[in-house]
T-cell receptor
Framework: DAGVTQSPTHLIKTRGQQVTLRCSPI?????VSWYQQVLGQGPQFIFQ???????GRGNFPDRFSARQFPNYSSELNVNALLLGDSALYLC???????????FGPGTRLTVT | AQSVAQPEDQVNVAEGNPLTVKCTYS??????LFWYVQYPNRGLQFLLK??????LVKGSYGFEAEFNKSQTSFHLKKPSALVSDSALYFC???????????FGTGTRLKVLA
């Protein structure tokens, strides 16, 4: 089975622009989470979606939004980009039950 | 509030020696605890988890972790380290009453040949 996939791999944007990152979970997984990992730090929880509903939200501004589609894929949108938004954005899908998350390779976002 | 602490930024160990990477946590409910490993320019790979049951949890690649409720710790261990174990290790906790996962700051493990 394919793992979690994310696109694009790398992205360069300018301050003030908007970006959309995409994630496809492992087949059979209905929950997707998004994390921001700044260089040298641990991943910071942004959102979790389950069955298209937001189930958890971290301490991120409203510039960050997400949605989940009927096929359980997900998009993370960030508006009005700031230099501090430069990071590795990780998507994870969660196996059924209170279980582990499987991470994708991430999207490296650079804001200039 | 949930929190995870990894007190060591880096751990050095000789190949063949046992290794321990420390993690302590704070949650209001029953903890779900996890260890992940990250290799350069890669996403995180799941190693093991504690949800309930036996306090000693065995995971991938020969790693194990011991859950200690009184000390609120979940240290990662391996009896004999390999050079290929060198990577960044993250401890994570999820409060059983929420869906929010909290990661530690990471510990860089360096296994010396």
């Amino acid at each position: 089975d394919a793992g979690v996939t994310q696109s694009p791999t790398h992205l360069i944007k300018t301050r003030g622009q908007q970006v959309t990152l995409r994630c496809s979970p492992i087949s059979g997984h209905k929950s997707v989470s998004w994390y921001q990992q700044v260089l040298g730090q641990g991943p910071q929880f942004i959102f979790q979606y389950y069955e298209k509903e937001e189930r958890g939200r971290g301490n991120f501004p409203d510039r960050f939004s997400a949605r989940q589609f009927p096929n359980y894929s997900s998009e993370l949108n960030v508006n009005a980009l700031l230099l501090g938004d430069s990071a590795l954005y990780l998507c994870a899908s969660t196996s059924p039950g209170p279980a582990e998350q499987y991470f994708g390779p991430g999207t490296r976002l650079t804001v200039t | 509030a949930q929190s995870v602490a990894q007190p060591e930024d880096q751990v050095n160990v000789a190949e063949g020696n046992p290794l321990t990477v420390k993690c302590t946590y704070s949650v209001s409910g029953n903890p779900y605890l996890f260890w992940y490993v990250q290799y350069p320019n890669r996403g995180l790979q799941f190693l093991l988890k504690y949800i309930t049951g036996d306090n000693l949890v065995k995971g991938s690649y020969g790693f194990e972790a011991e859950f200690n409720k009184s000390q609120t710790s979940f240290h990662l261990k391996k009896p004999s380290a390999l050079v290929s174990d060198s990577a960044l290790y993250f401890c994570a906790v999820r409060d059983g009453g929420t869906y929010k996962y909290i990661f530690g700051t990471g510990t860089r493990l360096k296994v010396l040949a």
